[in-house]
């Protein structure tokens, strides 16, 4: 376990009277791809906020390459290597591409190298040919890829992308499952959650199931394809086909 790159224990998140994690604990090694899935409101996004210091911990404790950063400030997180997209898409419509990965870069670096990064990351994502448009002028996918730029500006050592896919067709999918895979051989570790099924089993390596804020399974793709409880809470019958 001393190897995981993040280790999550019996972390717990209450808003108000509501229990929205209950004593969730899971790890993701170096280089892992790994998914987060679950019916909506099981607290998929609470648990990329809570780990990303957006919520305040309940309880229990986050380690990032064995620190405790549990209580901690987002941007003291984000600036030890732990960052997320926003299920959404966020982004600063009348701003350009270029300034809206700058938000991302400037976490670090000056205003001068935070713009060569800012390009760099764009160029990363496919994006180099667009760095002056309005943000609100590109396309689903392309705002996609901005959010992914934005994210590897911090220069993270571990991504959660909260339904990057959602608004794709197949093709575009496909394009950014590569995008996802290819950060992956560069070094990165990625936490995925995505309601597709087709992107998160062929994705991913190892997939944890929430359901009401609790972990009801993990384990490989074909695992979790037929594990009953999982079945019963949120495959239904269409992905046993
Ligand atoms: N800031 C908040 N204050 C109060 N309750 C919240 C807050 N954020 C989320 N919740 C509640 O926590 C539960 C988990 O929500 P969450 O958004 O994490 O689910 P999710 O798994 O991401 O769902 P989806 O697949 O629809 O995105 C829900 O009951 C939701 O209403
Ligand atoms: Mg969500």
Avoid: W
């Avoid at 002028?137 to 991504?159: M, Q």
């Amino acid at each position: 376990m001393t190897d995981a790159v993040l280790a999550v224990a019996n972390l717990s998140k209450q808003f108000g009277g509501l229990q929205a994690l209950r004593d969730v604990s899971f790890t993701v090694a170096a280089g892992e791809i790994l998914g987060l899935i679950g019916p909506n409101g099981a607290g998929k996004t609470t648990l990329f906020n809570t780990l990303v210091g957006i919520h305040k911990v309940s309880a229990g404790s986050i380690r990032l390459e064995g620190r405790e950063i549990a209580g901690r400030k987002p941007h003291r997180i984000a600036a030890l290597g732990l960052t997320k997209t926003f299920q959404n898409v966020a982004l600063f419509m009348d701003m350009s591409v270029l300034d809206n990965v700058l938000v991302g870069a400037l976490l670090r670096q000056d205003l001068r190298s935070a713009r060569v990064t800012a390009a760099a990351c764009l160029d990363r994502v496919g994006l180099g040919a667009v760095l002056h448009k309005r943000a609100g002028d590109l396309s689903f996918p392309e705002r996609a890829r901005v959010e992914l730029a934005r994210a590897l500006a911090t220069g993270p050592r571990v991504i959660l992308l909260d339904e990057v896919m959602a608004a794709l067709n197949a093709v575009e999918m496909d394009a950014i499952m590569g995008l996802i895979r290819s950060l992956r051989a560069d070094g990165l570790t990625i936490i995925v959650v995505e309601h597709h099924m087709r992107a998160i089993m062929t994705l991913c390596d190892r997939i944890v199931v929430l359901n009401f804020g609790q972990k009801i399974a993990e384990g490989s793709p074909a695992a979790i394809a037929r594990d009953p409880q999982v079945v019963r809470a949120y495959l239904g019958r269409e992905y046993q086909a």
